[in-house]
């Protein structure tokens, strides 16, 4: 097992670092944290990797900027006002 340290933010801050171990094989992880432990934390992540996956699927194509990319991809032209809009406002 390795450990890595990570700083710890609040509002933009870092309020600390704390040492996170990083196990390099489920059997190193399981014996570390426990059976229970580890599944529950396998589950809960698995749901949420899941979930975002839904949802980046749902949402992404419904966002205005998705659906501009979308559309200059196969229009020339769009794609030459799309890319006066964004230099005129980035400057």
Excluded: C, H, W
């Amino acid at each position: 097992m390795k450990q890595i340290e990570k700083e710890v933010k609040s509002d933009k801050a870092v309020i600390g670092v704390v040492k996170i171990p990083v196990f390099e094989s489920l059997k190193e992880a399981v014996a570390a944290l426990k059976e229970e432990p580890a599944l529950g934390l396998i589950n809960r992540q698995n749901a949420s990797d899941i979930m975002n996956t839904y949802r980046a699927g749902k949402t992404a194509t419904a966002s205005p900027v998705a659906q501009l990319n979308r559309l200059a991809k196969s229009n020339p032209d769009l794609q030459k006002a799309i890319e006066a809009l964004v230099s005129k406002y980035a400057a």
